[in-house]
């Protein structure tokens, strides 16, 4: 079974920085796609950034030139490099990935979401 395990969340101070982490563990035959994704109270989920096995990569505009998503694929990690950290920027942020796990289809899984807190 597939499962995504996040860390690297906590609290930091405005201006800070944070790396989030994404392992993929279980048995399947490729990751197709990843991506992060956040959520605060009354707002729906945003997605923050994203990547695909052809080496494309997209960022919010409020997150561009501050997070930088990046994998490694011997580790079958994910990381997002959070630097220049904004009070607005406090979320819980989930890790997303569409991963070909069966012979027949690709699934969709999410992690269990990392709590980022940013102080002002």
């Known amino acids: 079974q597939v499962q995504l395990v996040e860390s690297g969340g906590g609290l930091v101070q405005a201006g800070g920085s944070l790396r989030l982490s994404c392992a993929v563990s279980?048995?399947?035959?490729?990751?197709?796609?990843m991506a992060w994704y956040r959520q605060t109270p009354g707002k729906q989920r945003e997605l923050v950034a994203h990547?695909?096995?052809?080496?494309?990569?997209n960022y919010a505009d409020s997150v561009k030139g501050r997070f930088t998503i990046s994998r490694d694929n011997a580790k079958n990690t994910m990381y997002l490099q959070m630097n220049s950290l904004k009070p607005e920027d406090t979320a819980v942020y989930y890790c997303?990935?569409?991963?070909?796990?069966?012979?027949?289809?690709?699934?969709?899984?999410w992690g269990q979401g990392t709590q980022v807190t940013v102080s002002s």
């Open positions: 997303n990935g569409r991963i070909h796990s069966s012979i027949a289809a690709e699934y969709e899984y």
């Open positions: 990547w695909t096995s052809g080496g494309n990569t």
């Open positions: 279980g048995s399947f035959f490729s990751i197709n796609a």
